[in-house]
């Protein structure tokens, strides 16, 4: 396609379930990343790729968020037994270029996690 | 920590009239800031980026103008349009991460 695709675009986990979200950026494009959007709030920056590289997971909020990019191309972020608090959007963004600054972002439109 | 701050948070207004939003950003030691729309379930679009050496860009009834050193950009629309209507969010580059306000709601009326 030719932006970056999420899926799924809706999740309903059960407390303490495990949930895969997945990521498929722009064609070409080497940089990812993944942030999380509470109601009402802006993004916050969850972690970044290069490539298969992940130069950066500070934002990564627990050790129950993993995320990986392992061919460089789609990513998968993954949430551990899941808490209310987990539930957002989160959206993937991608750009051409690796290094710093990234420059222009491409988002997906997000996958939208309810945990009940 | 870069924060960044968004006046107003929500913005309503008859359509034709030219408007301004306003962004703050603490530290002025950013690439570069850029501006995004949001429609309700979706994802953000790109609407311009200025680099940190330029004073504004504009693309087609947008201006953005930047000011590095006191830390404050500004997103003008000229002659809204319903269609205008939507979260507009500014974001300070300060390397890989973009650090993002929590955005202006914006409503254009017929």
């Known amino acids: 396609g030719a932006g970056v695709s999420q899926s799924p675009r809706y999740k309903v986990a059960k407390r303490g379930q495990d949930v895969a979200l997945r990521c498929d950026p722009i064609s070409g494009h080497v940089s990812l990343f993944w942030y999380q959007q509470a109601l009402g709030q802006g993004p916050e920056f969850l972690t970044y790729f290069q490539n298969e590289a992940q130069l950066d997971k500070s934002g990564l909020p627990s050790d129950r968020f993993f995320a990986e990019r392992p061919e460089g191309s789609v990513s998968t972020l993954k949430i551990q037994r899941t808490q209310q608090e987990d539930s957002a959007v989160y959206l993937c963004?991608?750009?051409?270029?690796?290094?710093?600054?990234?420059?222009?972002?491409?988002f997906g439109e997000g996958s939208r996690l309810t945990v009940l | 920590k870069q924060e960044v701050t968004q006046i107003p948070a929500a913005l309503s207004v008859p359509e034709g009239e030219n408007l301004v939003l306003n962004c703050s950003f603490t530290?002025?030691?950013?690439?570069?800031l850029q501006w995004f729309r949001q429609d309700p379930g979706k994802g953000l679009t790109s609407l311009l980026l200025i680099q940190s050496s330029q004073r504004e860009q504009t693309s087609g009834r947008l201006n953005a103008s930047l000011d590095k050193s006191s830390g404050r950009s500004t997103l003008y629309i000229a002659a809204s349009q319903p269609g205008d209507s939507a979260t507009y969010l500014c974001?300070?580059?300060?390397?890989?991460?973009?650090?993002f306000g929590k955005g202006t709601s914006l409503l254009v009326t017929p």
């Open positions: 530290d002025s030691a950013i690439y570069n």
């Open positions: 963004a991608s750009s051409l270029s690796g290094g710093r600054p990234p420059g222009e972002l491409f």
């Open positions: 974001a300070a580059d300060s390397g890989y991460a973009l650090n």
